[in-house]
């Protein structure tokens, strides 16, 4: 046995009692979800889909209700004209602050896109500074939500308070829901008014509940990520309050119109299906994370999170040492996808970006990151993230190849 595949099957019975507890959370999502699709008497004609208006259009009527029953929500609103996670939080934010309401992130800077929509960065169009609304955040503390200072940092002002559970892109932890829940349930005794918004893309079915279950009033996320379960071509979510999400429907389509009108075409079977195979699509990405993280752990790169901590994500990092190696680790990422496997990614520039970006991905569905991708900024720390895989067996044919390759080049 070559040295690295005695490496593999040490960390795959390291990682065995780990993997055993993702299967479980996967079969309780799983039962949740089956479940709902149970309640609302899921038919064969609702996977059809609607035309023109799309009244009375019961299939994407049902799938919402799915959402809103697995999510433990008033009310859900899953549509293919929420063309990503953006524009789903967008619509959740534009649809609950007016003029002189104030936003407030309670976990650092929000996701890159979310910049310009606040009005940020960006030329300001359309944004919510722009329509009057302003904002503010509070840092976090030590990699953890800091109550004293939210708590300190809310004024007459403060309509909606926004939490970020996946760190997307940036350098901090995520926040799992425990902590969630501790810090809406401290801020909700002050200020039980206030409307809490958490932004759960990557996050759906990581863990056995979901923010509204630990006092969130709204949620919002992309379904070519997690819920969309590798099948969903286009789409985004929001569940909550019903108040709030006939807002949503106000704001999406037109006042008046709101959720029932919108064809859903042919996106409901994908939909459909993708949201039953989610639980089980997400347990396969988070095992290949733990793979990930500790294969390359023990070939002396750093890893996080470890593959022993919590989650409450996809999202795994790794820090290379040299530039070398995080181009030719991501390369060898492409040449093991299913699509697009012969072309070679380069550091390139990206808009809104400081520096070259390299971007690993040979999906089947354009951008999705529930298939395995490996992207970062080509800049110290040489910190990639890799995220996703449709299957485990996937993952790991990738991540060993990468391995290999590193050794072989002799960059590690
Ligand atoms: C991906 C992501 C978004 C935005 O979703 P898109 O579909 O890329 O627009 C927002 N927030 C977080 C935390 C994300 O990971």
Sequence with gaps: ????????????????????????????????????????????????????????????????????RTFKAEDAIVRPQIISGTHAITIALQSTLKYG?????????????????????GNGIESLQEHGVSYNKVDLNKGTIDVDRVLRSI???????????????????????????????????????????????????????????????LIAGSLIKNPGGGLAKIGGYIAGKASLIERCGYRLTAPGIGKEAGASLNSLQEMYQGFFLAPHVVSQSLKGALFTSLLLEKMNMRTNPKYDAPRT??????????KEQMIQFCQSIQHASPINAHFSPEPAYMPGYEDDVIMAAGTFVQGSSIELSADGP??????????????????????????????????I
């Design 1 to 68: 046995m070559t040295e690295i595949k005695k490496l593999i099957n040490e960390v795959e019975t390291t990682l065995a009692p780990y993997f055993k507890e993702i299967e479980t959370i996967a079969y309780e999502n799983q039962e949740k979800v089956l479940d709902a699709f149970h309640a609302v008497k899921a038919t064969e004609s609702d996977l059809q889909g609607t035309t023109g208006y799309g009244y009375d259009d019961l299939g994407r009527d049902h799938l919402e209700e799915i959402y809103a």
């Design 101 to 121: 309401d104030e936003l407030l992130y309670i976990t650092g800077d929000p996701y890159d896109t979310l910049l310009e929509v606040i009005g940020i960065n």
């Design 155 to 217: 004024n007459d002002k403060t309509k909606m308070i926004a939490i970020q559970r996946s760190k997307g892109y940036d350098q901090r932890p995520s926040i799992g829901l425990n902590e969630i829940e501790a810090a809406i349930e401290k801020i909700k005794t002050h200020y039980p008014n206030i409307i809490i918004f958490v932004d759960n893309c990557y996050g759906e079915f990581v863990e056995r509940r979901e923010p509204i279950e630990c006092g969130a009033d």
């Design 313 to 322: 994500d996809l999202i795994q990092t790794v820090e290379f040492d040299t």
């Design 378 to 411: 080509i800049r110290p720390p040489y910190e990639a993230y890799v995220q996703g895989g449709l299957t485990y067996e996937h993952v790991k044919l990738a991540v060993s190849r990468a391995a290999e390759r590193l050794q072989k080049e002799q960059l």
